[in-house]
């Protein structure tokens, strides 16, 4: 995590607090139609688990996070791979949504190593 410029340090974390304000959002219109949220509130508890990680390794942040919430987050967020890369591939090449999946996508394994990192200390 030493070798991570701050450039892309920097667009990580942004990536990331997009992702959780955007879940939030979910969240918030799937609970006034009275739909099931379970789902949306895993994915934003991982996300904002993965924001607090990389926080916690950049900025030296501490975060409230027990090993098993580290764990499931991992978890969760290595399952949103799949339907991001396939958004991915059928996104135009030089499309600003290219470059905010192309952003996601790096966000996610930096919080993913920094989780496993944490992890293995």
């Known amino acids: 995590m030493e ?3 701050n450039v892309v340090k920097l667009e990580s ?21 009275g739909a099931n ?6 994915r934003l508890k991982a996300a904002s688990i993965g924001l607090a990680m990389l926080e916690n390794v950049w900025d030296q942040k501490q ?7 580290l764990t499931e ?9 799949p339907s991001i890369k396939n958004s991915y591939v059928k996104s135009k090449p030089g499309s600003p949504q290219r470059t905010l999946l192309e952003r996601r996508i790096q966000a996610l394994e930096l919080a993913i190593r920094a989780i496993d990192d944490r992890s293995n200390k």
């Open 3 to 5: 070798n991570v410029t």
């Open 63 to 69: 975060h409230p996070y027990t090993q098993e919430d």
């Open 37 to 42: 949220t379970i789902l949306v509130k895993k």
């Open 73 to 81: 987050a991992r978890n969760i967020l290595n399952g949103l791979f």
């Open 13 to 33: 974390i942004k990536s990331l607090q997009s992702t959780v304000r955007k879940l939030e959002k979910a969240l918030s219109g799937m609970t006034q139609k």
